[in-house]
């Protein structure tokens, strides 16, 4: 499902026709604007939720920082802070923005194990669960993940253009490929 492409620098052009909207760390964007891109960046074990629905045009980015609320409120500040409620919020959002749930479909990227060699594995393996957490969420909200660049050893940024549901992914190794 990975193509390897052209650099993400080409396909941004500070004249192009959309905004970029940067989604920080636990953060949700969902926009109904097409030609809008939504970015996150430096991404290590978190994890990027792009859902779109094709049809409407409705897309959104969740930046996941942890894999469960454990039932807390979710914040209203970073309501996309966890992998559970992050993505119900992030469903909620498209609905409520004309999206059906019957036609969106997910993409993921991040969840990588930065701390590798550095301490004894599955210590502090969060990459590893927010991505599990993420799957599960999107499982039981009905969402089909089309599309994921997950794990390793490296970071990550990622690009979603809400038009199309293409979203880029450029690792901190400077490769960058399309999912």
């Not at 930046?63 to 802070?81: D, F, I, M, Q």
Request: glycine fraction near 14%; charged fraction near 15%.
């Amino acid at each position: 499902m990975l193509t390897e492409c052209a650099s993400v620098d080409s396909m941004i052009s500070p004249g192009g026709h959309g905004a970029v909207l940067v989604v920080g760390l636990g953060e949700v964007q969902v926009t109904r604007v097409p030609d809008v891109v939504l970015a996150s960046f430096g991404l290590g074990p978190c994890v990027v939720v792009c859902v779109f629905d094709p049809l409407t045009h409705v897309g959104g980015m969740n930046h996941v920082v942890l894999p469960s609320s454990g039932n807390r409120p979710v914040s209203s500040t970073y309501p996309g802070k966890y992998a559970d409620s992050g993505t119900a919020h992030l469903v909620r959002g498209l609905e409520g923005r004309g999206a059906a749930r019957s036609r969106m479909m997910a993409k993921i990227a991040g969840g990588a194990a930065v701390t590798h060699g550095t301490m004894p594995e599955n210590l502090f393996d969060v990459g590893s669960k927010n991505v599990l957490a993420v799957q599960t969420a999107l499982e039981c909200e009905g969402i089909p993940i089309v599309a994921y660049d997950t794990g390793g050893h490296h970071g990550r940024s990622v690009w979603f253009w809400v038009r199309s549901g293409k979203v880029m992914v450029r690792t901190a190794k400077n490769v960058t490929i399309q999912l």
